[in-house]
């Protein structure tokens, strides 16, 4: 069944919710009317940040699914091998090495110190003197609230945004302390920048974390029937999307968690389909890049290169730059290099 909010429904909903929520959605919205794209000139860098959260590079074994060359064919015909431990390549528009995710720091490297180190260029999980796992609660806000990467871009002069679609009832959740707060969203909160949601979707000019919009943002199943089904999109027009939006913002993020749930889950046939969706996503993005942006993909984590263990790896994690600035990330040794880079290059 597809469910359009009609003005309606959304009338319902404002009135059903606390107005600090209603204001929040409000200013969202209108904040995205006034968002205007750069009008900029096709000699500045953009970068396009696609995240994919739990992907490290591992060994080749049965417990491995990028040892498999059909879980990722385009990409490892691109770079000319698979993601696996030690890749590593440079050319004038492509560098792929290795980058370090424990950051010094004892334990499993977690989804909120990594992604916060990788969006702020500081040590979050020596911050912290730990690794969190899961929303950036607490003191990583504060990092994020001085070192966001979209704050600072903006400090630039530049633009930002997140291109991943939002739903409502996210906004509820959080307001009645029922989710927490992702590093991303706060990123964009602390930024002042507004959300993409279902209007934005239909527009063509938002993606779902899963990009193909299969299953709504909101995981528990009440949101699942209150969301309900979208209109699905493949992943080569998600990737179309993606690199059109990037040719208007300084930068632009995507993040995709498909890849750490299928590791969590210790399902070969489950990591291998996100892979290759991942793939044609990838592809689809590169075939559409503008000439001035450069892809830019990391992760926060391994996770899916062993299904032998449900937890993270402690593997390092790819580091993967493609266009015109992609020598600029050849120093990168680990996740707190890759913000500071962007910013370099803007
Ligand atoms: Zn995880």
Known sequence: MTQHVTSQQTAHLQTAHPASVQQEIRS?????????????????????????????????????????????????DYLGQRLLKGAALTTANVTLKPIDATLGVEGLPQSASGQTTIYTGQNAAKFLGRHQSGFANGSLRQLIDQYGLFSKAIALNRTATLANAYSPEYFYAIAARKRRYSVCTLLNLSAGLPFRMQYEYEQGEAIFWDIVGAVPPARNARSLKQNGARAPITPAVAGERLARLSDRYGVTLFECYLSDYAGHAQDWNQAVACMQRIDRFLESVIAHLPAHVTLVITSDHGNIEDLSTKRHTLNKVPLIAIGPQAQSFSKSKDLTSIAPQILAVL
Do not use: K, T, Y
């Open 28 to 76: 969202q919205r209108s904040g995205l009317s006034h968002s205007r794209p750069e009008n900029q000139s096709h000699s500045q860098s953009n970068i396009l940040l696609v995240f994919l959260d739990g992907v490290g590079l591992g060994e080749v074994n049965q417990s491995n699914p990028l040892s498999q060359p059909q879980a990722m064919p385009f990409l490892s």
